[in-house]
């Protein structure tokens, strides 16, 4: 099982408290379009794959900056 949390800005201002969702999903590869898919706009601040450990698998900022972690574990 693999967690996303997709972290943004709920009025799109930066330096304001973020919001966090959660989804969860049976593969990474999903997890990885859904990163995708979710990683547009003024609000959208990072988003991370986790797995059932906690483990911080995936990033993607708003940047585009992509750091893959999976390798390192």
């Not at 408290?17 to 003024?42: D, H, L, P, Q, V």
């Not at 797995?51 to 750091?67: H, M, P, S």
Request: aromatic content about 16%; overall charge negative; proline content about 1%.
């Amino acid at each position: 099982m693999y967690t996303t949390c997709r972290q943004f800005y709920p009025n799109g201002i930066e330096g304001e408290s973020m919001e966090c969702t959660w989804k969860e999903f049976s593969n990474i590869e999903k997890a990885i379009k859904y990163c995708y898919r979710y990683s547009k706009g003024i609000r959208f601040a990072r988003v991370t794959i986790e797995d059932e450990t906690g483990n911080e698998l995936y990033e993607l900022l708003a940047d585009g900056q992509v750091t893959d972690y999976r390798e390192v574990h």
